[in-house]
């Protein structure tokens, strides 16, 4: 197994020695039971991964002294994740598999069938902190605050596709819109994107988008239908199933990428 890593928003560097926040201490101390002269990893998205030894271990602080750099740090693909807060398991499972599949930053978006009422940010950055040590990537996703999703899209920077799973048709009277304005599926879609330096993937809640939500975001130029299937998905589904198409197709899935 290898060495337990640990994300530090200290600058690292041969020899520096670090003091472990109460948390970290208490996981390594408590919880891995290391002891002085044993071995973890330490690493933050500007200098990398290093290899440490526990230097000291007391009561009250833990401390670890920087030994050799392991890695150099690697930028994670530029995409964002919208995402309309769902109950709170599911959006902890959003947070978590959106760092596992590389997300750059995640935005939690207000929309018209939104039911979650709170979003806990301590909460989500803990989980996606906890996610990028395990999942061995440099960095934890900057989780933005909640905004309504009209004021997410205003100011945008359509150089940033924003690839919206719309998973409906336009009749109104046919179950799920029917097969008339499906969006293209999203292979097509991202085939069209190569070569695109940003990108955003925009996921609705339980209930889906209203109809007027779903007109707005049609006639943005920046904003690009996607279909995930002819299934009907799962928010947190769709977040796993979009975002992995997006790492194979566009993203660092890819061969030489
Ligand atoms: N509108 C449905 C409802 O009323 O229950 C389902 C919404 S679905 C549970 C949540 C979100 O996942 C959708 O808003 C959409 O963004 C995405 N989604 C699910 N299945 C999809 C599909 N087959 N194609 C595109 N997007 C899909």
Known sequence: MSDPRLLIDQPLSVGARITLDEAQARHVGTVLRLEPGENLRVFNARDGEWRVRLADKSKRALSVEVET?????????????????????????????????????????????????????????????????????FDAPEILAPVLLAKALDGWDPARALLYADERGSDAQAPWGGESGRAPPIAEALAALRGRAALAVLIGPEGG?????????????????????????????????????????????????
Do not use: Y
């Not at 964002?80 to 109950?87: G, M, Q, R, S």
């Not at 995640?106 to 395990?134: G, K």
């Not at 996607?226 to 199933?241: D, K, M, N, Q, Y």
């Open 69 to 137: 750099l392991l890695r150099p740090a690697r930028e994670t693909p530029d995409v964002d994740l919208l995402f309309a807060p769902v109950k709170r398991h599911a959006t902890d499972l959003i947070v978590e598999k959106a760092c596992e599949l590389g997300v750059r930053r995640l935005r939690p978006v207000l929309t018209q069938r939104t039911i979650a009422e709170t979003v806990r940010l301590d909460r989500l950055n803990a989980i996606a902190r906890e996610a990028a040590e395990q999942t061995e990537r």
């Open 209 to 257: 988008f209203t109809a007027e939500e779903r007109g707005m975001l049609r006639a943005l130029a920046f904003v690009v239908p996607i279909s995930l299937g002819p299934r009907i998905l799962r928010a947190e589904t769709a977040v796993i199933g979009a975002l992995s198409v997006v790492q194979a197709l566009w993203g660092d899935w890819r061969a030489g990428a």
